[in-house]
């Protein structure tokens, strides 16, 4: 499974972006998926995650209310859309999916077993 992360960029605090991740995979619709970021000089952190269907989802509660995770399996494609951005945003942002995710480690790193390149978000305040 390869991931391609893209929708990154520089953006004003209050802005809104959109992250996409498209799965070269025939199985996406099989995996669990999630957003981690890292920010500089910090560890990498969970931001969101959704299941294989695209019913559950989870946030970590610092962007609860303001992003939104969302899938198209008929694309291959998982998003991330940012609203109401902090420069406490800015990190890099990855993707990832798992191939058998403990619904009760959603938010463990280790959980997920393909990663994408990243994608840029800077937020200015």
């Known amino acids: 499974v390869q991931l391609q992360a893209s929708g990154g960029g520089l953006v004003q605090a209050g802005a809104s972006l959109r992250l996409s991740c498209a799965s070269s995979g025939r199985t996406f619709s099989s995996y669990p998926m999630g957003w981690f970021r890292q920010a500089p000089g910090k560890e990498r952190e969970f931001v969101a995650a959704?299941?294989?269907?695209?019913?559950?989802?989870y946030y970590v509660d610092s962007v609860e209310g303001r992003f939104t995770i969302s899938r198209d399996n008929a694309k291959n494609t998982v998003y991330l859309q940012m609203n109401s951005l902090k420069s406490e945003d800015t990190a890099v942002y990855y993707c990832?999916?798992?191939?058998?995710?403990?619904?009760?480690?959603?938010?463990?790193?280790?959980?997920?077993?393909?990663w994408g390149q990243g994608t840029l978000v800077t937020v200015s305040s």
């Open positions: 959704i299941s294989k269907s695209g019913g559950i989802t």
């Open positions: 990832a999916a798992s191939p058998a995710l403990n619904s009760g480690a959603y938010y463990v790193s280790g959980q997920y077993t393909y």
